[in-house]
């Protein structure tokens, strides 16, 4: 069954940095989507990035842009979320997750497409 694991989280300060990582296990990263998403409390899952299986290609949220950069390293397996100058209202649980398109240079950030959700690595942006 495929899963996946979360890692990288923590509390940094406003401006700060971390790299998220998702590693997969029990199935092959190279033909799938994987998708990053968040969630702040009391606040519905959105997503943030997303990167196609082949091609490299990716989409962000627009209050992300600039300031993060997903990619991904197929012969280890996981994907990344490298995160730069956050701000407090990124403060959420990060998830991945994985999508099957038909065409595999594409993705969409849509929940509804993604699953195989992994358990969620906070981040907390505070000074």
């Known amino acids: 069954q495929a899963q996946f694991v979360e890692s990288g989280g923590g509390l940094v300060q406003p401006g700060g940095s971390l790299r998220l990582s998702c590693a997969a296990s029990g199935f092959t990263l190279p033909v799938l989507a994987i998708g990053w998403f968040r969630q702040a409390p009391g606040k519905e899952r959105e997503g943030v990035s997303c990167?196609?299986?082949?091609?490299?290609?990716?989409q962000y949220v627009d209050s992300v842009k600039g300031r993060f950069t997903i990619n991904r390293d197929n012969a280890k397996n996981t994907v990344y979320l490298e995160m730069n100058n956050l701000r407090p209202e990124d403060t959420a649980v990060y998830y991945c997750?994985?999508?099957?398109?038909?065409?595999?240079?594409?993705?969409?950030?849509?929940?509804?497409?993604?699953?195989?959700w992994g358990q969620g690595t906070q981040v907390t942006v505070s000074s």
């Open positions: 997750a994985s999508a099957t398109y038909p065409n595999q240079r594409m993705c969409v950030i849509l929940k509804d497409h993604f699953d195989s």
């Open positions: 990167i196609s299986g082949v091609g490299g290609y990716t």
